[in-house]
């Protein structure tokens, strides 16, 4: 099992729907980032956040701590949000040191 | 704020030959920078963490004198591709951040493509 797991893998909505990704991990964690990867490749970090909800213009993310679960809404969703989502969280390596361990992604597209 | 750098943003290289990476924070001091790679389809897999002034610490099952990571100073980090081979071809990736906060900026990234 992985330590952090994504819903749905792929997500196809019509231009304007609502929609929601979610995030299951499965160790204490200090923070839970939100990624956005576009097909060229580059990644923009969206939200870091380690309790409550965030919003950012059109973009929401919920983290519920206790039940070790965070979620990233899109309202209004447009065809230039077609990408893929990653969650990720800080982990404790084999070393000793914290490092991002990332989902395994949501490939979003909207059609307009 | 908080830019990271990263150039090339695409190379193509022949087996057998070396590839530099340069990965830069460019409005921010960087302590930690980390080296991800990512192949089709797949997610970013943690290759290595470097500090500045001191060695990197490389993931299980990354060779070390393959991918050498060079952490010269607080903005610019280096990852070099050693006697690439074609299985190397990747997109590798950095990210960066200024200690303590949990925060990451990624870099763009760089496609490798070794022929």
């Known amino acids: 099992k992985n330590e952090v797991e994504q819903s749905p893998q792929n997500l196809t909505a019509q231009e304007g729907e609502f929609i929601t990704i979610n995030c299951s991990y499965s160790?204490?964690?200090?923070?839970l980032h939100w990624l956005q990867q576009h097909p060229g490749g580059g990644i923009v970090s969206l939200f870091m956040?380690?309790?409550g909800k965030k919003k950012h213009g059109r973009l929401i993310a919920t983290i519920n701590i206790q039940e070790k679960h965070s979620s990233l809404h899109i309202t209004a969703s447009h065809p230039r949000d077609s990408a893929v989502y990653i969650c990720?969280?800080?982990?404790?390596?084999?070393?000793?040191?914290?490092?991002?361990?990332f989902g395994t992604g949501t490939r979003l597209t909207i059609i307009p | 704020g908080a830019v990271v750098s990263q150039h090339p943003s695409w190379v193509i290289c022949k087996s057998g030959t070396s590839v530099k990476i340069e990965c830069r924070s460019l409005d921010f001091q960087a302590t930690t920078m980390f080296w991800y790679r990512q192949f089709p389809k797949q997610s970013l897999m943690l290759m290595a963490t470097s500090n500045e002034g001191s060695k990197a610490t490389y993931e299980q099952g990354v060779e070390k004198d393959k991918f050498l990571i060079n952490h010269a100073s607080l903005t610019l980090s280096t990852l070099t591709v050693t006697s690439a081979h074609p299985e190397d071809s990747s997109f590798y990736i950095c990210?960066?951040?200024?200690?303590?906060?949990?925060?990451?900026?990624f870099g763009p990234g760089t496609r490798l493509t070794v022929t």
């Open positions: 990210s960066a951040d200024t200690g303590g906060s949990y925060e990451q900026y």
């Open positions: 990720a969280v800080p982990l404790i390596s084999n070393f000793g040191n914290e490092k991002l361990t």
């Open positions: 160790v204490g964690i200090s923070a």
């Open positions: 956040l380690s309790s």
